[in-house]
């Protein structure tokens, strides 16, 4: 069930050869929807590494009221089909709408139907990734060893980049790769916030929903071939890092 | 002797504790506001923006939407996909996280890492690869046509699509409950005599039950959000396939707002009440 689709969709991207596909994937449109696709995912993986981070800390290290409601709010985006999502944030920010006409009066910033839609709507999905990766290797991490740093005289700030820190980069690693590759295919709520407009907001899962609505079949499979690829490698790197922060554990533990 | 060293060491880090708190008090209030105005802007105020627009006009307007017998049977149709879906995948991703978790086999990793996968592959690429199997031209056409079982355009394709989409849910949930799961209980089970059958049913179901209860439910919910897949192998189903997310799309598509919005914020908010259920009912009984 999971083998054979994977085949097929190799088997059709090929079928032309390497250099077919190559053209396929190079096709201005579908090269800018490829581009747009990255790059958003890549500004959405560096807030959130730096917000789940921060946020994962508040949750383990600090006491203060509401604090279970917060973590229950952290899985929200789970539990909310994605082009739902999508629907919520042009409610927000729709170029009809008060904040959105607002934002656009004031500082010619458009959110929907722009990439920064795309960004917050991914930001919307991906925030339990980072969050969920870093909490549990915090809760576990020895907090004598931050009190015999601070009893050298070590501050705030190098107590953090020597001490807590290195232990948590493999698991705000993974969250960043789980991230990443959820984003790349993304399609529920980029459709609905970004529209289908060829080469302004148009990612490359929108991009193949087109050209399967219109027959394209090169062109479907060839950028089909390029996303499942990029899925596949992350997601194995993202399974080699979790083990190798398990046996890093276990190694601490022993 | 040891218990007093011990002893020792944790009070004077408890106290160690309460003061850096102190300390750290104002630092702490700044990071809580950082993580508490993200989190308002980034979840709580979408969410509260689609709830005040699909009210706005009262509960009037979404009520004569919901009478429409489309947007009723597109509701209908969600929750029977995801009834199937859930079924199939209770019993089958149960036997793969038994499998899993008991035998040790070649390709095990394998497995492991490609369970994961429908996590990452757009929900579009699901669907055409359905598509390149059972469409006209398919790889699978000849066995379409023999059985005479449409896929493509109809609903066994969107089944097919959200179950693909679901897989990891069920097997997720139930590998680290198997895991910790002592199987020492099921050797003295059969050592007083119960059969295979009855050992499965008194000893290993009542240990897994919150896992398949939990698992179950975040399938569900998953299926009833699914829309990529079952946009692309429903072939942008009009009339009698449409299932509510389907629906929603079409509905801005066709700018009519108040309806999207207001079956938007019901899909939004029954697949929210599943998974908060269910997560309370897990606490409870954890408790």
Known sequence: ?????????????????????????????????????????????IINTIMGTITAFVLVRY???????????????????????????????????????????????????????????????????????????????DLT????????????????????????????????????????????????????????????????????????????SAISVVMVTIAFSLMILANYLRKLSKTRGAEEAT | MNNSIVDHTNSSTRIFQFISTLKASWKSWIGIGIVFGYV???????LAALAVSALEKGLGPIVTSFRQSYVLLSFWNTLWIGTIVVVIHAIFGTIVAWVFVRHRFPGRDLINGLVDMPFAISPVVVGYMLLLLFGRNGVLAPLVEATGIKVAFAFPGMILATLFVTLPFMI??????????????????????????????????????????????????????EFGAVLVIGGAAQGKLMTTTLFIYHAI??????????????????????????????KKENR
């Not at chain 1, 689709?5 to 201005?28: A, H, K, N, Y």
């Open chain 1, 63 to 141: 006491e203060f009221p509401t604090k279970s409601i917060l973590n229950a709010i952290i899985d929200l985006p789970l539990a909310i089909p994605t082009l739902v999502t999508g629907v919520m944030l042009v409610v927000l920010f729709g170029p009809q709408q008060a904040v959105g006409a607002w934002l656009k009066q004031q500082f010619d910033i458009s959110i929907i139907f722009a990439p920064p839609g795309i960004i917050m709507a991914l930001l919307f999905l991906t925030f339990p990734f980072v969050v969920r990766s870093v909490q549990p290797v915090l809760l576990e991490l």
């Open chain 2, 40 to 46: 308002g802007i980034l979840i709580i105020t979408p």
């Open chain 1, 1 to 45: 069930m999971l083998i054979i689709p994977f085949l097929i969709i190799l088997q059709d991207g090929l079928r032309e050869g390497l250099s077919e596909l190559w053209r396929q994937v190079t096709l201005p449109v579908a090269w800018h929807a490829l581009k747009l696709t990255l790059w958003t995912a890549a500004v959405m993986v």
């Open chain 2, 172 to 225: 997720r949930e139930l590998v680290p409950v198997l895991e910790t799961f002592d199987i020492r209980q099921e050797y003295a089970a059969a050592t007083l005599g119960a059969s295979a059958w009855q050992t499965f049913w008194r000893v290993t179901f009542p240990a897994l039950r919150w896992g398949i209860i939990y698992g179950i439910t975040l399938t569900f919910a998953r299926s009833l959000g």
């Open chain 1, 145 to 220: 060893q931050e009190q015999a740093a601070a009893t050298l005289g070590a501050g705030g700030w190098t107590i953090f980049w020597r001490i807590i820190l290195p232990p948590l980069t493999l698991p705000i690693l993974t969250g960043a790769l789980l991230s990443f590759a959820r984003a790349i295919g993304e399609f529920g709520s980029i459709v609905v916030v970004a529209g289908n407009i060829p080469l302004v907001s148009q990612t490359a899962a929108v991009y193949v929903f087109g050209e399967v609505e219109s027959e394209n079949r090169l062109g479907a």
């Open chain 2, 253 to 282: 598509e066709e700018r009519q707002y108040t309806a999207a919005y207001s079956a938007a914020l019901v899909l939004g908010l029954f697949s929210l009440a599943l998974v908060i259920g269910s997560d309370w009912l897990r």
